[in-house]
């Protein structure tokens, strides 16, 4: 069993800073690729950003130059650092984990947490 706890979601000013943390416990043998995904009322969950075990990132184009993943494997942790953020930002932000367990491999997701930009 793997679990999958993200924090530091909250209600932000338009142009201001969050820093958004994910961290992944349970019996994981190898953890691959950890990533964001935001879902916004109405809207399809898309993908953030995303960093692979070998420290390869990708990015949203709507969040390029924004916003920087990065990852601590001996913590099996994910950070998402966003700034100057919009109101588009708006969005229930999921943490995902590709990891490998004794049972096999599979995706893993948090429970969310909400981030809010609004003045």
């Known amino acids: 069993q793997v679990h999958v706890v993200e924090s530091g979601g909250g209600l932000v000013q338009p142009g201001g800073s969050l820093r958004l943390s994910c961290a992944a416990s349970?019996?994981?043998?190898?953890?691959?690729?950890m990533g964001w995904y935001r879902q916004a009322p109405g809207k399809q969950r898309e993908l953030v950003a995303r960093?692979?075990?070998?420290?390869?990132?990708s990015y949203a184009e709507s969040v390029k130059g924004r916003s920087t993943i990065s990852r601590d494997n001996a913590k099996n942790t994910v950070y998402l650092q966003m700034n100057s953020l919009k109101p588009e930002d708006t969005a229930v932000y999921y943490c995902?984990?590709?990891?490998?367990?004794?049972?096999?491999?599979?995706?893993?997701w948090g429970q969310g947490t909400q981030v809010t930009v609004s003045s």
């Open positions: 995902n984990v590709q990891a490998q367990t004794f049972a096999g491999g599979r995706d893993y």
């Open positions: 960093v692979t075990s070998g420290g390869i990132t």
């Open positions: 349970g019996n994981i043998f190898r953890i691959s690729a």
